[in-house]
């Protein structure tokens, strides 16, 4: 049986340790004409490896997990929940300033999501800003007597964003907050704001992991738009490496921006694109890819050095960019050959 070059491990498999390779994870939507790698491109033992190790791992976990929440054509089932390993959102103003929010698939929401405040307990820090200290109840600090007289200064001197009330209680006393002349009661946070929306802090980590996935993507459609043969050329060991196997390279460099790449085409607001273009860098050229999740957060990054003496033309005769569309679920290829600037504004 004749054997073949996986893209990623370069080892040599026979053809049944081969299998289809999505250019855009599943997770970020399915496509009509879903650009896939088959024919003997990426093999099976990489291809699990990065649904398991990589993209299970932001699926529910990042950025664009909670860009997916809300714009994928085809809703999440109600009741997922963003986990806060690489994303915590925190009210920003007034009354939830300082509380940390779950994120909330729901339907019945305009906008897909509702935010879950955590279980905390809220003592007043300022009477006319209305703000609160926000602690979990097992670090809830004893009172200081200037706490004490701002309490005494405030209607609502303590908020219970949803810690049972048995449990709470006994601790508010032992801890030097709850005496006679005061009355307890137990509001929701959202009773007292009275306002339907407020802002929140959205603090992102974007660690080695959602880079990788990143990276694998403009390298699959490098591979899909090209050919095998280009892609198996040593000009792209490293971040060959850094995909598979996280191995960083100095020579290698990622940039992210808030916005699209500006000349990419969107037909909406979710749609994804993906492309390759040459980057100017110390009066040279790189060549790099770019990638936008959802039309909101653009990655750029290097993925491997020219040959200086060859032309650009010489290595590839254009550089392109695919546009997968969230709403017809459909792609459009086109030539790219733009620098990644920062978002328009938008009418
Ligand atoms: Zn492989």
Request: aromatic share 12%; net charge negative.
């Amino acid at each position: 049986m004749q054997k073949h070059k996986c893209i990623y491990c370069l080892q040599l498999k026979d053809e049944n340790e081969f299998n289809r390779e999505h250019v855009v994870p599943r997770m970020m939507g399915k496509y009509q004409n879903g650009f896939v790698l088959s024919d003997f491109q990426v093999c099976q033992e990489c291809n699990t490896y990065f649904s398991e190790k990589l993209e299970n791992g932001i699926a529910l976990d990042s950025y664009e997990a909670l860009l997916r929440m809300q714009h994928l054509d085809k809703p999440m089932s109600d009741g997922r929940k963003l986990i806060g390993n690489r994303i915590k959102l925190i009210g920003d103003e007034g009354i939830f300033k300082g509380i940390p929010f779950t994120v909330v698939t729901d339907s019945n929401n305009p906008y897909r999501i509702r935010f879950d405040s955590e279980p905390m307990v809220g003592i007043i820090k300022s009477v006319e800003k209305h703000e609160y200290d926000y602690y979990v109840l097992e670090e809830l600090p004893i009172a200081s007597e200037e706490v004490i007289k701002r309490m005494k200064e405030s209607t609502q001197p303590i908020i219970n964003t949803g810690i049972d009330r048995a449990l709470l209680e006994p601790v508010l006393i032992e801890r030097g907050y709850l005496f006679k002349q005061f009355t307890y009661s137990e509001k929701s946070i959202y009773d007292l704001h009275k306002e339907p929306e407020f802002t929140t802090a959205i603090n992102m980590k974007i660690d080695s992991i959602m880079r990788r996935v990143c990276a694998k993507t403009v390298f699959n459609y490098l591979c899909y738009s090209t050919s095998k043969e280009f892609v198996l050329d040593s000009r792209f060991d490293e971040i060959r490496d850094y995909i598979r196997y996280g191995n960083w390279s100095d020579r290698l460099w990622f940039r992210y921006s808030k916005g699209p790449v500006s000349t990419a085409e969107m037909p909406n607001d979710t749609a994804h694109v993906v492309g390759y273009m040459w980057y100017p860098e110390n009066s040279h050229w790189v060549f790099c890819g770019c990638l936008t999740w959802f039309g909101d957060f653009t990655y750029v990054f290097k993925l491997g050095d020219t040959d200086q003496k060859i032309q650009k033309v010489n290595m590839l005769n254009s550089t392109r960019m695919a546009c997968f569309n969230n709403v017809d679920r459909t792609i459009k290829e086109d030539d790219a050959v733009h620098i990644f600037q920062t978002r328009q504004a938008r009418d």
